[in-house]
């Protein structure tokens, strides 16, 4: 099934049920930690939540679908059904509830000072594996043909804009604010709207007219060099498939331009309903009952979700979209990463079983023999994965030393302390312990806890 597909999109639209998860126009950190970080549940924050974003102004197209400045014809598949666009939106006395709803249309000459970005573009009618193929594109090549009305099939995922941004010497403020909520995040380089200036290791995130240097590498709090924060552009029907979050991460998106219909699956309940016959999860839930599966939630122009660790979900563009997103994770999830990261693992090993039997061959059942397997376990895992568990504990340590927000956007430090001391115990029992980095990043996390 692919974005040619879209026009069962409306009839699917047409009987979602209320959306199932609490929507907030204000919430406190207190009560996003309460009701859903430690109970591992979704959110939606209301578009309130993005009404003073940049990107929410330059990237929508303010004038009326008669306007002659539009890309395209208001009508055109590539941008929305048949009855949506522009505020307020003129609907056809034949448009159900849910698809009387306000959308914009993107303004691709707003994008166009970002052309030269090499953009991941996934072609969502080719399938491959688990996901769709992919060509990184200069964004301008794919605009043209949006512009154009082709390329309807494309989507434009994982766009490191704010990465790019920044290494430019300029701040995301150019784009977005990150909620409040959302800024305790142990992924990515500590939110700051202003460019990041490498004055002395201690400013992070002040506005400097001078001219002097940019660099991450000496931000003391940026534990990696990893971005999980991403732009996604795409024509209405083109999606993503069915899956969970790297890492066991959380994520929240927030809908720019457009609006989303997103599936939800929750952990630890059958996902039955969306497996074929081999047992494997399908690779689109419109296989199954055309789609009327799981929990159904239309989320709206403006608005944000927050995707909970280890929900599977799917994600379809009801128009065109231009969305927001980052996987992020903080210490609640902490009991949910370690069993991801040894998923991982247990799968690279298998992989590489053969591996075990050589060096088996050649050192006998030896210590040495386990230190040398484990340690190829490690490198494997870090070059397929982007970590391993040295890596998982250098993000721990370095957020315990270099907190990325406020205390009263973070949970209490006894409750912090708790998650911590239980990953510590965990990895104690393992054999990755035997790795002298590994042991001394227990032993150096242990005395950040007493
Ligand atoms: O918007 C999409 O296509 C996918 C978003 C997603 O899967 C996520 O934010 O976790």
Redesign the pocket.
Known sequence: MGADDASGLDELVDDIPSRPFPIYDEISYETFLKDHLIPNRPLILSSKHTADWSSLHRWRLPSSPSSPSSPSSPSSPLYSSSTTIIAPTALSSSSKNNRATTTALPDFAALRPYSNHLVPTANTSRRLYSEFERTDLPLGEVLDLWEIEQGNELYI?DWHLLDELEKAGKGVEEVYKVPEIFRDDWLNPPYTPYPRYNVDSTVIGNRIDEDITFGAESDPSSSSTADFRFV?LGPRGT??PL?R?VYGSY?W?ANVVGR?LWWFFPPGESLDAVRDSRGETVFDVREVRGGKVGIRVLQNQGEIIF?PSGWW?Q?INLDFCI?I?HNFFSSPALPHILPALETSQRRVEESISDVREMINQRLGHTPEAQREWVQEVQALLERDQGWNWAGFLRIVRDNLIFPKCDPELRPPHSLVVQWVKRVIELVKDRDEMMIVEIKELVQEIERLLV
């Open positions: 995922k996604y999606y993503t899956h979050d994520s998106s989303k995707v979900h994600v969305s997103n």
